[in-house]
């Protein structure tokens, strides 16, 4: 049986039903980015706030690049289910909160009148960090981008998140739809602040008149978010199909474990997510930088050193030991010494947990996959850490081991002379800096500091910095991840 709405009340044991009927609740939030993790963060939260207390508050998703979802989710009526792994078994539950998806490519005229919709009170976004067109060191709008110099004179069929907002805000500015809130849900420091300056700074170049109309009538909460979602393959879904009897074309896998930290202004109402477990706060920041120095941060580090390592899983990494100790030494000794403290918040304890998540066996969570649009993740994941470290004269050893295992990771080949797809925005120019410089780490450490992008201007002149990174690209380049590790143990850990 294929999953559709015929098959609600008749699904094998085990798989929990909504708790309401989806059909009898209107479209109230468009999402754009309709990926894997939203699926299962966002949209469950807003499924179980449905099943306890109404509303219309059901999502119509966008996919701005990949048809994939689309035509997954469209042949069954937007619903997919959502298998939690734990220690203590799996949990599979129906998700009923999305009521569709539009492929933005294929007709933006409709994306744009649902995002303009006078029912449609928020807009929310998780189309990754490389997905709002920026420049990741200054934060500012990246003008040269491509699809932004098309929206620039094509606004009418836009192809950037950016261009999409300010195409639809200026609609409902036109249409009188009324207030709107832009609600970014990804890994960016004060992401809502981010992302009204960029729609601000791609106004104020269009309509000067529309930036000020924005400037009252749309609120930009900022947020936080956590779950580990790994990609489902294949034989992932096979396996549901066998196990359940059901075929699920969309099903996704994560770990019990999810946080959902949101300031609390909206400007045309929300739904009670609180009532489903997120937090509501005056100020995100405290739990943002924790989640990006001390999570994020500690799994790109996993992720470079592992993959380089042979190692396929995150927690199959976890169980070297010499990685476990640069984890814990980055999140214990750098990024949680970069922190303010915050009541009521224990970072011991927070670490404890995230090294907890990283050993999860069930999830099978790629260190590939987590590798991936390092250029854009490195701003956002160690340098905020070393900046602070810097000035408190604290360590920046592990953040910067993380970094230099990045430099030897883009060169595209392993220890083992297997070649690999070095997937990131920036992967062309880094190729050509690897083939030219990688006999060189001294010479290779200097041309992708260069990277003003990335590193921005004031590390590059940091002698601390640039030698520290210098130091650990010499030793994995020449000797070997494995050997360096040694290394970082020895020297840094056990000192």
Same mark, same amino acid.
């Given at each position: 049986?294929?999953?559709?709405?015929?098959?609600?009340?008749?699904?094998?044991?085990?798989?929990?039903?909504?708790? #309401?009927?989806?059909?009898a609740?209107?479209?109230?939030?468009?999402?754009?980015?309709?990926?894997?993790f939203?699926?299962?963060?966002?949209?469950?939260?807003t499924?179980e *706030?449905?099943?306890?207390?109404?509303? &219309?508050?059901?999502?119509?998703?966008?996919? %701005?690049?990949s048809?994939? !979802?689309?035509?997954?989710l469209?042949?069954? &009526?937007?619903?997919?289910? +959502?298998i939690?792994?734990?220690?203590?078994?799996?949990h599979?539950?129906?998700?009923?909160?999305v009521?569709?998806?539009?492929?933005?490519?294929?007709?933006?005229?409709?994306?744009?009148?649902?995002?303009?919709?006078?029912?449609?009170k928020?807009?929310? %976004?998780?189309?990754?960090?490389?997905? #709002?067109?920026?420049d990741?060191?200054?934060?500012?709008?990246?003008?040269?981008?491509?699809?932004?110099?098309?929206?620039? !004179?094509?606004?009418?069929?836009?192809?950037?998140?950016?261009? #999409?907002?300010?195409a639809?805000?200026?609609?409902?500015?036109?249409?009188?739809?009324? $207030?709107?809130?832009?609600?970014?849900?990804?890994?960016?420091?004060?992401?809502?602040?981010?992302?009204?300056?960029?729609?601000?700074?791609?106004?104020?170049?269009?309509?000067?008149d %529309?930036?000020?109309?924005?400037?009252?009538?749309?609120?930009? $909460?900022?947020?936080?978010? &956590?779950?580990?979602?790994?990609?489902?393959?294949?034989?992932?879904?096979?396996?549901?199909?066998?196990?359940?009897?059901?075929?699920d074309?969309? *099903?996704?896998?994560?770990?019990?474990?999810?946080?959902?930290?949101?300031?609390?202004?909206?400007?045309?109402?929300?739904p $009670?997510?609180?009532?489903?477990?997120?937090t509501? +706060?005056?100020? *995100?920041?405290?739990?943002?930088?924790?989640?990006?120095r001390?999570?994020?941060?500690?799994h790109?580090?996993?992720?470079?050193?592992?993959?380089?390592?042979?190692?396929?899983?995150?927690?199959?990494?976890?169980? &070297?030991?010499?990685?476990?100790? +640069?984890?814990?030494?980055?999140m214990?000794?750098e990024?949680?010494?970069?922190?303010?403290?915050?009541?009521g918040?224990?970072?011991?304890?927070?670490?404890?947990?995230?090294?907890?998540r990283?050993?999860?066996?069930?999830?099978?969570h790629?260190?590939?996959?987590?590798?991936?649009d390092g250029?854009?993740?490195?701003?956002?994941?160690?340098?905020?850490?070393?900046?602070?470290q810097?000035?408190?004269?604290?360590?920046?050893?592990?953040?910067c081991?993380?970094?230099?295992a990045?430099?030897?990771?883009?060169?595209?080949r392993?220890?083992?002379?297997?070649?690999?797809?070095v997937?990131?925005?920036?992967?062309?120019?880094?190729?050509? !800096?690897?083939?030219?410089?990688?006999?060189?780490?001294v010479?290779?450490?200097?041309?992708?500091?260069?990277?003003?992008e990335?590193?921005?201007?004031?590390l590059p002149?940091?002698?601390?910095?640039?030698?520290?990174?210098?130091h650990?690209?010499?030793?994995i380049?020449?000797?070997?991840?494995?050997?360096?590790l040694?290394?970082?143990?020895?020297? !840094?850990?056990?000192?």
């Open positions: 049986m294929r999953l559709s709405r015929a098959a609600i009340g008749q699904l094998p044991e085990g798989i929990a039903e909504p708790g #309401y009927n989806p059909t609740h209107g479209v109230g939030i468009v999402h754009m980015g309709i990926g894997a939203h699926r299962c963060h966002m949209a469950v939260y499924d *706030v449905m099943a306890d207390t109404g509303g &219309d508050w059901r999502i119509l998703g966008v996919s %701005l690049r048809p994939k !979802v689309r035509d997954q469209e042949a069954q &009526d937007g619903l997919y289910t +959502v939690v792994r734990g220690a203590n078994g799996d599979a539950k129906l998700i009923s909160s009521a569709g998806v539009l492929w933005a490519p294929n007709d933006p005229q409709r994306v744009l009148e649902a995002m303009s919709a006078a029912s449609t928020i807009i929310s %976004l998780t189309v990754t960090e490389k997905g #709002y067109c920026l990741p060191a200054t934060g500012s709008l990246n003008s040269a981008h491509p699809d932004i110099q098309h929206d620039f !004179v094509n606004l009418g069929a836009p192809k950037s998140a950016i261009g #999409y907002l300010v639809a805000l200026a609609r409902r500015r036109n249409s009188g739809s009324g $207030p709107v809130t832009i609600l970014c849900c990804d890994n960016l420091s004060s992401n809502g602040k981010v992302v009204e300056g960029l729609v601000l700074e791609f106004t104020r170049q269009i309509d000067p %529309l930036a000020e109309w924005i400037g009252e009538n749309v609120a930009f $909460p900022s947020t936080m978010v &956590d779950r580990i979602v790994p990609a489902v393959e294949v034989e992932q879904v096979q396996a549901f199909s066998e196990e359940y009897g059901i075929e074309a969309a *099903v996704l896998q994560t770990e019990p474990f999810s946080q959902w930290v949101i300031e609390d202004c909206f400007a045309a109402g929300r $009670p997510w609180e009532t489903a477990g997120a509501l +706060v005056e100020d *995100v920041a405290p739990f943002e930088d924790a989640k990006l001390m999570l994020n941060g500690a790109s580090a996993l992720a470079y050193i592992g993959y380089l390592s042979g190692y396929e899983y995150v927690h199959v990494a976890m169980r &070297d030991e010499k990685i476990r100790k +640069v984890v814990d030494y980055l214990r000794m990024a949680a010494k970069s922190l303010s403290p915050t009541e918040f224990d970072l011991d304890t927070y670490r404890l947990d995230l090294q907890r990283f050993d999860n066996p069930s999830l099978r790629r260190t590939y996959q987590i590798a991936m250029s854009q993740k490195i701003p956002q994941r160690f340098l905020g850490t070393v900046r602070a810097l000035t408190n004269g604290g360590s920046i050893s592990a953040c081991f993380g970094i230099a990045w430099m030897r990771y883009i060169s595209g392993s220890e083992q002379g297997n070649d690999y797809i997937q990131d925005p920036l992967a062309e120019r880094l190729a050509a !800096v690897a083939r030219e410089h990688g006999h060189d780490p010479a290779l450490t200097a041309k992708l500091l260069g990277f003003s990335v590193f921005a201007t004031d002149q940091n002698p601390d910095f640039v030698n520290e990174v210098t650990w690209v010499t030793s380049s020449r000797e070997g991840v494995q050997h360096a040694a290394e970082f143990v020895r020297d !840094v850990c056990e000192t």
